[in-house]
């Protein structure tokens, strides 16, 4: 009785492992599409990371923060300013929404 237990319990941290570095790949990916200009598919690789696994406060700012840059890179402003300010009211005490205040104040 205790071999299945055991099995699942080794299978689920497995696939714990697998989205964990499927979103730690995802983040390293999109960060090099980003600097190439691809923002295209900068957006699908943050996507692919937030879908990876539940996430820190930190990671999520931190995508958002990637997703708002991208999102200027192709002419929206609109959308980055958004996001910016979603940095600025629900992660103000991380570096992204230091950056993002900084970002919206013009500097």
Same mark, same amino acid.
């Given at each position: ?5 055991? *099995?699942?319990? #080794?299978?689920?941290? &497995?696939?714990?492992?697998? %989205?964990? /570095? ?26 692919? *990371?937030?879908? #990876?696994?539940?996430? &820190?406060?930190?990671?999520? %700012?931190? /995508? ?44």
């Amino acid at each position: 009785m205790k071999s299945p237990i055991i *099995a699942l319990l #080794a299978v689920t941290l &497995s696939l714990g492992a697998c %989205a964990s /570095l499927i979103q730690t790949a995802s983040i390293s990916e999109a960060y090099k599409h980003y600097q190439r200009e691809q923002y295209d598919r900068t957006l699908e690789l943050i996507t692919q *990371a937030e879908n #990876a696994e539940a996430m &820190s406060d930190e990671t999520k %700012a931190e /995508l958002t923060y990637l997703k708002a840059m991208t999102y200027e890179g192709l002419g929206d402003g609109e959308t980055a300013n958004t996001l910016y300010e979603y940095l600025a009211q629900e992660h103000s005490n991380s570096q992204y929404g230091y950056m993002a205040i900084k970002k919206l104040n013009g500097n």
